[in-house]
């Protein structure tokens, strides 16, 4: 579970971060703004009815980038709004090619240290 700190919820933040950078990926649509520095960065995960109609697969989706994103938080700048939005490709996905999708995505951003 990703620690309460690093977790963005307010519907008008995500606005914001929706209008930011954007990078798009095959599995998902990775959407970014730099806020403060000194705060932590914070994430929200989204994975609509449209990648599955089944309740358990979108949920283990969201887990498995909520896992990916916990383990490198130590490795992520500080003061960023993130908000990943997951594609219909990401469904029938392993988590290494998930973890490997998103790491690239991450460096290619400029949002690691």
């Known amino acids: 579970m990703l620690p309460r700190i690093h977790r963005l919820s307010d519907w008008v933040e995500i606005d914001k971060v ?35 109609g089944k309740s358990f697969l979108r ?21 960023l709004k993130i908000l990943i939005v997951a594609k219909k490709e990401i469904a029938f996905k392993k988590h290494e090619e998930i973890e490997t999708e998103l790491l690239k995505a991450f460096e290619n951003e400029g949002i690691m240290k």
């Open 18 to 52: 929706k209008r930011g950078k954007r990078y798009l990926s095959p599995l998902f649509v990775l959407f970014w703004i730099e806020d403060n520095g000194k705060k932590p960065s914070i994430f929200s995960f989204v994975c609509s009815k449209a990648v599955s």
């Open 59 to 79: 949920n283990r989706i969201k887990r498995q980038m909520r896992e990916i994103v916990r383990k490198k938080l130590d490795n992520i700048k500080p003061g």
